[in-house]
């Protein structure tokens, strides 16, 4: 069982930075693969970036690789979220997820946190 809990979310002006993190407790997260998704208001979740369990490894969605960066502190048992650049498209609510295989796919994922809320003003 691993509890996850998110934070580091807030309103944020177009072209401002933000760092979530998402601290884990429970089993030791090196244990797992790690990944951000974010859903925004009448859209589908959708895949954000995921690390391996090393951080050795990352993968993006298009629409955010070359802003965001994905880290991970083993030591500290948190995963972190750099956002840069952001735009308006970028609001919405982004959740932490663990899970033993590294996919975009949500459903492959076994743990969630509640969510943070990101909202870019223009």
């Known amino acids: 069982q691993v509890h996850l809990v998110e934070s580091g979310g807030g309103l944020v002006q177009a072209g401002g930075s933000l760092r979530l993190s998402c601290a884990a407790s429970?089993?030791?997260?090196?244990?797992?693969?790690m990944a951000w998704f974010r859903q925004a208001p009448g859209k589908e979740r959708e895949f954000v970036a995921v690390?391996?369990?090393?951080?050795?490894?990352?993968d993006y969605a298009n629409s955010v690789k070359g802003r965001f960066t994905i880290s991970r502190d083993n030591a500290k048992n948190t995963v972190y979220l750099q956002m840069n650049s952001l735009n308006s498209e970028d609001t919405a609510v982004y959740y932490c997820?663990?899970?033993?295989?590294?996919?975009?796919?949500?459903?492959?994922?076994?743990?969630w946190g509640q969510g943070t809320q990101v909202t870019v003003s223009s």
């Open positions: 997820a663990s899970g033993p295989y590294e996919s975009r796919q949500g459903r492959l994922y076994n743990y």
């Open positions: 429970g089993r030791t997260l090196s244990s797992y693969i």
């Open positions: 690390i391996s369990r090393s951080g050795s490894s990352t």
